[in-house]
């Protein structure tokens, strides 16, 4: 179970967190990323940070703007943003995936969050 929150409205050039709350599963053998969607399209890998290491990866567009981080102890993931752009406004996803190397046997295995809307407006 994944549960998003901290969406809303912001102005550009603003800044917003999005947290994603984990339960049910080990979150520290899961890898947390987050995506996005708007209806034109299709769903957007924004970031990434992996299990064990920790290593981030981010998309293009939002790279040197956004920072993916988490708290294996609060099994919570965040999304700061910074600097937001008409174009960031979507409906932001938590995303697990389970593993690399995954003790629990849980490689592969996936649960997805059921979205929190960010709106950039003047």
């Known amino acids: 179970y994944l549960a998003e929150s901290g969406g809303g409205l912001v102005q550009p050039g603003g800044s917003l967190t999005l947290s994603c709350e984990a339960s049910g599963y080990t979150f520290s053998h899961y890898s947390m990323s987050w995506y996005r969607q708007t209806p034109e399209k299709e769903r957007e890998l924004v970031a990434t940070?992996?299990?064990?290491?920790?290593?981030?990866t981010y998309g293009d567009a939002v790279k040197g703007r956004f920072t993916i981080s988490r708290d294996n102890e609060k099994n919570m993931v965040y999304l700061e943003m910074t600097n937001l752009e008409y174009d960031d406004t979507a409906v932001y996803y938590c995303?697990?995936?389970?593993?690399?190397?995954?003790?629990?046997?849980?490689?592969?295995?996936?649960?997805w969050g059921k979205g929190t809307l960010v709106a950039v407006s003047s």
């Open positions: 995303h697990a995936r389970g593993g690399p190397g995954c003790p629990t046997f849980c490689d592969g295995m996936v649960f």
């Open positions: 940070i992996t299990r064990p290491t920790g290593t981030t």
